[in-house]
């Protein structure tokens, strides 16, 4: 149901803003605390060895040291959500370049780095697996017992088989990306101590604080009672702190040494051990009937873990998931590996296994089109999945579908009706210009993964409310968000509301910020907060007036029913007077699916949809490509702040661009060559032209006053609009991400493209 | 080589006031700033002069402080994002070019830096002059937005 609102829609200033553009904000990268110890890794020399002998003694005598660790002092030396295929600190053996095999804690950042000089470990050198198509084959070098597929996975339905020889075009291409670099801002860091209660605290970037503080009791055996992990405001995440990175090395220091510590790692330290975008190889065979329908999708998945599985798993999923686009196709065969290398970890990345995908998919569908003679987006529209469709698993959609009005607000766009124009318009004689259009799908929350999110409101003595949950502000404007839903549920003055997150010794568990779940998360629970804080209110008028209180209702920062109304002043007052608390707690539950077979988490209940219009200027000399345009169209749902929505998109525009033009790490058997912002570029202010945010409000009744998630969708369908406008330009496929000026240059010269 | 921590006292203005500070003499402007002073309104996204986070006004010029050894500041005047006129600050927050936050103090000091010497930058100016600048978050729309509602203001 619609509900008016008064702050939910509003173009609300964050409330974070100004502190951080004052250069206020305390980061956990600057924090210093007295009588700290520094940090320093002593990280693997090869991709791959076995480790024949650690040495820490010199080390220690070194000046300034103060404790040097290794897996002998950790009690449980592994780890990982999936698998726990990770070590804390190397024992047998290192697996990629980013292994930390001891650490030094020191006075100084000089003395703890001079002493990890210091450190001897012999290793001898294993065969180093890089490219994931050899890792596949049975003979192989093992990186892991049990060989160097993480997870493998089939999953059919209908026949593809029957679904080509009904079709009229088919084809079929195999399409590659790099791993992208998240390359936030502000490294992984953080810092710990021991509180005055004797609770190892550990204050670091991270994106989930309870499944952090998980990996730190289960591998260091401390009492969950004894650790409290607390977010502050993160320099950018993206994903890429969804997995630990200092967080157990500094709880490892601080209880061994009772002191408080620092770990910050270095840019090239970040870009080196920091997780990745999974590189993927996808190979797609494609079909469709004479009048554009989709019958077939015939479909490999190849995604490179590197050393270890983090959250691999649950991102082969989305990917398989994803894979067919915001379609209705009869006939799917998907096959899909995780498959171990020697390369840089890989993980979680907004849109979490998405994009690669659909750097196929919408080339695919796209190039399917032209063979059809048809219009690309009236192709897509025609096969566009809709409300009470069944999807390509056999689930029921039966959640808000907004494809259709993307792709038609594309469709009316003045960039896609004038597309022939602009491309013929005269410009330089070696640019060519094209105009291309990709969709885009992506699942929110943790599909058919159990996932529940818990709030805590307390009504403060003084009228306002403080709502706890462990959300972490990673830029993304949760915390203003969630101010924004308390107070049109709680109606009451925004100033009134006051959000602590992201600390496990102060607030419930809400669970990850990832898949774009929290806003949708929080706000359900929040929701069930209201409910019960009526509930419990009217409790208590009814013990106070002698007569049963059946109605009460917020209004105006008062509890109003008939006959009464009370500020929320005197109702904290009441709740103390009868002996309650004043906090109340909100637990909200998706709503459980069955997995499919093969699958953990497919399908989700929920689905957010988007396209993007680019618009591109070919070199056709040198190969450079620029896009003056972009257009960001995404089915979000309410809402609930526009500055804070068009922001998620741009930035997601941007880091879309950047995957789809520029970001190349170069990898060297294994070895990263590319470890800083001049060797591997992100996009500059001079890279981004005008982009364009349409959003697309398509009611979710499930949502918080109809609110979906954000963060992810916008990057999805970058890369493959990009793509799509190069072919519309110059007429070749660029099938590798990113599309470098060396590559295009290339199919251009193959293509035989002249100067008019 | 042992290494061994030689410290040499060096002075200098920062935010208009005069500071004395014991730092070893290979100690980046940076640096002495956050590990010494605390002072972290100054953020450290590369230390290779590649991101712009580090961004201060040495003598009115706007510079890497990553890049600049603590030597080469002796006796001069440094001013960093927490002394700057708080009018640009706040054109950022208002115009929603703050996400996470990292790179903006950064981008604050060289948009300070910019308007001190163009009144009236164009949009290629404004991009040319922050090009050194990164930003991860925001795509830089708005930050473009912040810039440009700053320019010609008198106030
Ligand atoms: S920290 Fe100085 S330019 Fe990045
Ligand atoms: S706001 Fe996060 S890097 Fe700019």
Request: hydrophobic share 40%; glycine share 8%.
């Amino acid at each position: 149901m619609k509900q008016s609102t008064t702050w939910v829609g509003k173009e609300v200033v964050r409330r974070d803003a100004l502190e951080k553009a004052r250069g206020l904000t305390k980061y956990a990268s600057d924090m210093f605390l007295d009588n700290m110890l520094w940090v320093a890794a002593c990280r693997s020399k090869y991709p791959h060895a076995v480790i024949k002998r650690i040495d820490v003694s010199r080390a220690l005598k070194s000046p300034g040291v103060v404790a040097v660790f290794t897996h002998r002092d950790v009690p449980n030396n592994r780890y990982g959500v999936f698998v726990k295929d990770r070590p804390v600190l190397c024992d047998d053996r290192v697996r990629y370049i980013g292994d930390i095999v001891a650490i030094v804690a020191a006075e100084s950042k000089e003395e703890a780095e001079q002493a990890v000089e210091e450190i001897v470990v012999e290793y001898e050198p294993l065969p180093v697996v890089s490219d994931p198509l050899e890792a596949m084959k049975p003979d192989a070098f093992p990186i892991h017992e049990g060989g160097n597929i993480s997870r493998s996975t089939r999953i059919t339905f209908g026949n593809v088989e029957e679904g080509f020889k009904a079709s009229k075009a088919v084809v079929e291409n195999e399409y590659r990306t790099a791993p992208q670099i998240h390359m936030f801002l502000e490294t992984e860091a953080g810092f710990s101590y021991i509180d005055e209660k004797g609770v190892i605290t550990v204050v670091a970037g991270g994106q989930s604080p309870y499944r952090d503080h998980h990996e730190i009791v289960s591998t260091l055996q401390l009492p969950p009672e004894k650790v409290r992990v607390v977010i502050p405001h993160v320099g950018g995440a993206f994903g890429g702190k969804d997995d630990v990175s200092v967080q157990i090395y500094l709880a490892l220091v601080t209880w061994k040494t009772g002191r408080p510590a620092r770990f910050v790692w270095d840019r090239d330290e970040s870009t080196i051990a920091g997780t990745k975008r999974h590189a993927s190889i996808v190979r797609m065979k494609t079909g469709a009937s004479a009048d554009g329908k989709l019958l077939a999708n015939d479909v490999e998945i190849i995604y490179d873990t590197g050393a270890y599985t983090a959250l691999g798993h649950a991102v082969l999923d989305v990917a398989i998931e994803n894979c067919n686009g915001p379609y209705k196709i009869p006939n799917i065969d998907i096959k899909a590996w995780l498959v171990y290398t020697n390369n840089m970890v890989a993980s979680a990345f907004r849109g979490f296994g998405a994009p690669q995908v659909m750097f196929a998919m919408e080339q695919q569908v796209d190039q399917l089109a032209y063979e059809l003679g048809m219009d690309p987006i009236e192709f897509r529209l025609r096969n566009a999945l809709k409300r009470g469709d069944v999807m390509v698993f056999g689930n029921k959609l039966e959640t808000s579908v907004g494809i259709s009005q993307c792709l038609e607000a594309a469709q009316n766009h003045p960039l896609w009706r004038q597309k022939e124009t602009l491309k013929s318009e005269k410009s330089l004689p070696w640019i060519r210009r094209g105009v291309g259009v990709a969709a885009a799908i992506k699942g929110f929350t943790l599909g058919a993964l159990p996932d529940r999110g818990s709030v805590a409101v307390e009504l403060r003595r003084d009228g306002g409310l403080t709502v706890k949950g462990s959300f972490t502000e990673i830029g993304q404007g949760v915390v203003q968000a969630v101010a924004q839903l308390a107070a049109d549920l709680f109606k009451i003055d925004i100033e009134k509301v006051e959000v602590v997150f992201a600390d496990t010794g102060k607030t419930p568990d809400t669970s990850v910020t990832s898949a774009s779940r929290q806003l949708f998360l929080a706000g359900n629970a929040l929701k069930k907060a209201a409910e019960n804080l009526l509930n419990l209110i009217r409790e208590v008028l009814t013990t106070r007036y002698g007569q049963k209180v059946i109605e009460a209702r917020f209004e105006n920062g008062y509890v109003v029913g008939p006959g009464f109304s009370h500020s929320f002043e005197e109702v904290a007052q009441m709740l103390e007077e009868h002996g309650l608390s004043r906090e109340v707690v909100g637990v909200y539950d998706v709503p459980r699916v069955e997995p499919i077979p093969g699958s953990l988490e497919i399908p989700h209940l929920f689905y957010m949809f988007g396209a993007t219009l680019a618009l591109v200027e070919v070199n056709i000399l040198t190969g450079t490509v620029t896009v003056p345009k972009l257009v960001s169209i995404a089915d979000v749902g309410k809402v609930v702040n526009p500055q804070t929505l068009t922001g998620q998109l741009e930035g997601a525009a941007a880091q879309g661009l950047g995957f789809a033009l520029l970001e190349e790490p170069i990898i060297d058997k294994g070895i990263l060559k590319t470890t800083n912002l001049s060797t591997y570029l992100i996009p500059s202010i001079k890279d981004v032209n005008e982009i364009e945010v349409i959003p697309v409000e398509s009611f979710e009744d499930e949502g918080p006053f109809g609110a979906k998630g954000i963060g992810e969708i916008g990057i999805i369908s970058v890369a493959p609009a990009i793509a799509n406008a190069i072919y519309h330009a110059v007429r070749v496929r660029p099938k590798s991400a990113p599309m470098t000026p060396e590559k295009i240059y290339w199919l251009v010269k193959q293509a035989g493209l002249t100067v008019k | 080589m042992q290494y061994s921590r030689v410290e040499k006292e060096f002075f200098f203005r920062l935010n208009g006031e005069e500071v004395r500070v014991r730092a070893p003499p290979g100690y980046t402007l940076l640096e002495v700033l956050r590990h010494i002073l605390h002072l972290t309104g100054t953020k450290d996204g590369c230390s290779s002069g590649d991101c712009g986070a580090c961004t201060v006004l040495l003598d009115g010029r706007a510079v890497h402080s990553c890049l600049t050894l603590i030597s080469q500041v002796e006796g001069r005047e440094v001013t960093t994002v927490e002394a700057v006129d708080e009018k640009v600050a706040d054109a950022y927050a208002r115009h929603g070019a703050v996400q996470c936050g990292y790179c903006t103090p950064g981008f604050v000091v060289a948009t300070a830096y910019l308007l001190s010497k163009m009144h009236n930058p164009s949009d290629a100016e404004i991009r040319e002059w922050l090009r050194g600048n990164l930003c991860r978050c925001t795509g830089y729309v708005k930050i473009l937005k912040a810039v440009e509602s700053l320019a010609g203001d008198d106030g």
